[in-house]
């Protein structure tokens, strides 16, 4: 589209049009500093976004199996109870399904701590229930109790449903992380907008004389345009690089239960990151452009 | 080329201009004269679409000016030299660069005008300024370039408001020639002056008209100057 041609001829540049409008040295260098600082920021809010967005799907899908009946009961009795079991879970409202593992799944479960040799016939191993709830989710105490009555040995062990409302406020810190983005990106046109329009305002005169000689309004404002683009283009790069550079040297501790040390970018999400300069620049070519021309506009 | 067809104009206040009709054709040499406040800017400036009639029509280069937009109002001066009363000048560049402007503006190839350009300061005699930057030069000085950054597009018509008014009686007449040469290769000329001495001389070399601004209307002026 147009846009890419404008971007493009932006960076290959034109020093003549350049030229046309005096440089504007402290103007400049604020806006330097706020594309450096806003895109510090994003950086952060975006980390934010990705970390709590891993740790919600991870914990998200942990908890899609998370419950496990769990039967130890005397020799001989044992089948009967898994039996009353399997028909305790058969009927309880909420349950999706449900599995009896056979002996090699349970041995592969317990092989990590016990070893590959475990001889599992002569150990009394309770035998365990996969269930897996649906979306409603099912009431445990209730399950408790049924399962109480027609099989004492079991024991429904839902240890992961504790994560429930942590997984609901990952989500909602991972929103937040992307309105704080979006924010960021609408302060960023905000304080650009200004600066240019103030810009556009101390070169009254010079556009005044452009226009006399026969310039046309998108060649003025050009003119403004690619400076700020420019401008905002490697102030974001400054200020994403920094705020990479922090993220990176960010210790790195447990990988599990760490939220804060999760807080991170993780493979191919360093990219994201290097996007947010792309997204500054863009937003600078549009700010500027728009307040250019809408300011040519209203001069006589 | 140029035509009004009864035009008024008025600032806000009473009418400056009434009922005004005028029509310059290609390859005339008009001069347009007048009591200072009479509204010689003024007419010059509704000549190149600055300034919209509050009534009547006018037509340039058989367009509607009020049908005009701002790209088009650009491109009728990239056709139209102008010579401002007040010369304004980018301040931050030198002589050759404001000179040279139209061209960069108008995406024109600067470099391949370079020839032309030296013939334009040779013939203001400010060959030697080119570097210079406009709050450095006088008031004719200003006056010479801006009468040369109006001729370098080689427009169809060249407007000039006053632009001998701060040079030596040499200086003017050497302007006045570039003026007459530039209309004896088929340009529109059209010039508000004071002089009456300049008009004396410019109509022993060319066939001008003389316009005058009176009580609000325009006379041709007679063989009286
Ligand atoms: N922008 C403006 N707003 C209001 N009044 C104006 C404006 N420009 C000019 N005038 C008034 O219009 C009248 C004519 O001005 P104009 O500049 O056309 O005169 P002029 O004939 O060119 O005078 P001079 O010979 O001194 O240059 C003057 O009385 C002036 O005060
Ligand atoms: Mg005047």
Redesign the pocket.
């Known amino acids: 589209m147009s846009v890419a041609r404008n971007l493009l001829a932006i960076l290959r540049g034109d020093s003549d049009a350049d030229r046309t409008v005096p440089p504007t040295g402290f103007t400049a260098r604020l806006t330097l500093f706020s594309a450096a600082a806003m895109s510090f920021l994003a950086v952060f809010a975006l980390a934010l976004s990705l970390a709590t967005g891993r740790l919600a799907d991870r914990w998200s899908s942990e908890l899609a199996r998370s419950a496990t009946v769990r039967i130890s009961a005397p020799a001989g009795q044992e089948e009967a109870q898994v039996r009353a079991a399997v028909r305790v879970l058969e009927t309880t409202p909420g349950v999706a399904s449900f599995r009896v593992l056979d002996m090699a799944e349970q041995r592969a479960l317990l092989e990590p701590w016990f070893g590959p040799d475990l001889p599992l016939d002569s150990l009394p191993i309770p035998q365990m229930i996969e269930v897996i709830e649906d979306a409603s989710g099912y009431d445990a105490g209730g399950l408790r109790l049924r399962l109480q009555a027609e099989a004492p040995g079991a024991v429904l062990d839902d240890h992961t449903r504790w994560r429930r409302p942590l997984v609901r406020a990952a989500d909602r810190l991972r929103m937040l992380g992307i309105v704080s983005i979006l924010l960021i990106v609408a302060t960023t046109a905000a304080m650009i907008t200004l600066a240019a329009n103030a810009a556009l305002a101390a070169n009254a005169q010079v556009i005044r004389v452009l226009r006399l000689v026969g310039a046309r309004d998108v060649y003025i404002a050009r003119a403004f345009v690619r400076r700020f683009t420019l401008r905002a283009l490697s102030g974001a790069t400054v200020g994403t690089v920094f705020a990479m550079l922090a993220v990176a040297l960010l210790p790195s501790a447990a990988q599990e239960g760490g939220f804060l040390t999760g807080l991170g970018f993780q493979g191919a999400h360093w990219l994201w990151a290097l996007c947010i300069p792309l997204l500054v620049a863009f937003v600078a070519f549009w700010a500027t452009r728009l307040a250019a021309l809408s300011t040519l506009k209203e001069l006589n | 080329m140029i035509e009004l067809k009864d035009v008024s104009y008025s600032?806000?206040g009473g009418e400056?201009l009434s009922s005004i009709s005028l029509t310059l054709a290609p390859g005339s040499f008009h001069f347009l004269t007048?009591?200072?406040?009479?509204?010689?800017?003024?007419?010059l400036k509704l000549c190149y679409g600055d300034l919209h009639p509050t009534a009547g029509r006018i037509s340039l280069f058989d367009e509607d000016v009020r049908a005009m937009d701002r790209d088009a109002i650009a491109r009728l001066r990239r056709r139209v030299g102008v010579v401002h009363?007040d010369c304004q000048f980018l301040d931050h560049l030198t002589l050759a660069e404001n000179i040279a402007l139209p061209l960069t503006v108008s995406g024109r190839d600067v470099a391949s005008q370079q020839a032309n350009l030296a013939d334009l300061l040779g013939w203001i005699g400010m060959s030697e300024q080119t570097g210079s930057l406009p709050p450095q030069l006088s008031g004719g000085e200003r006056q010479r370039a801006a009468l040369a950054r109006a001729v370098i597009m080689d427009p169809d018509v060249i407007v000039a408001?006053?632009p001998t008014g701060n040079v030596d009686w040499e200086m003017s007449l050497r302007l006045l020639t570039l003026l007459v040469e530039l209309n004896k290769m088929g340009k529109t000329v059209l010039i508000?002056t004071?002089d009456l001495n300049l008009i004396r001389s410019a109509k022993a070399q060319v066939a001008a008209r003389v316009l005058r601004?009176r009580n609000r209307q325009i006379q041709l002026a007679g063989a009286d100057l």
Do not use: M, N, R, V
């Open positions: 600032y806000g400056l007048g009591p200072s406040g009479a509204g010689k800017t003024t007419l009363q408001d006053e508000a004071h601004i």
